[in-house]
């Protein structure tokens, strides 16, 4: 059975950090694209950042470029999303999310089947 679950949301002031790790199981992480979506009340899900393909070709949304970072552990099964310089607009539950590449370079939602239920992150001071 295929699951991503996250953990590592909260609350954090502006400039903080936080780093939201996910954990899969039920299959192997190392072949699949991997993704970090995020939906903000009253807001589409929007693509944050992506591994769109095995060969690492990574994309960033222009809102959190130099500030957040993508990646795994293939030997622990893992992603992680880490974020730095939080600010209050990146409040939203974020969502990790896997599928066996090609996926469009674009981190499009619907683009990936396997999700995680998600976790809060709030950025206020």
């Known amino acids: 059975q295929v699951q991503l679950v996250e953990s590592g949301g909260g609350f954090v002031q502006p400039g903080g950090s936080l780093r939201l790790s996910c954990a899969a199981s039920g299959f192997a992480l190392d072949y699949y694209a991997i993704g970090w979506f995020r939906q903000a009340p009253g807001k589409e899900r929007e693509g944050v950042s992506c591994?769109?393909?095995?060969?690492?070709?990574?994309y960033y949304a222009d809102s959190v470029k130099g500030r957040f970072t993508i990646s795994r552990d293939n030997a622990k099964n893992m992603m992680y999303l880490e974020m730095n310089s939080l600010r209050p607009e990146d409040t939203a539950v974020y969502y990790c999310?896997?599928?066996?590449?090609?996926?469009?370079?674009?981190?499009?939602?619907?683009?990936?089947?396997?999700w995680g239920q998600g976790t809060q992150v709030t950025v206020s001071s």
């Open positions: 999310a896997a599928d066996p590449p090609p996926v469009r370079p674009m981190c499009v939602a619907i683009d990936f089947r396997s």
């Open positions: 591994v769109t393909s095995i060969d690492g070709s990574t």
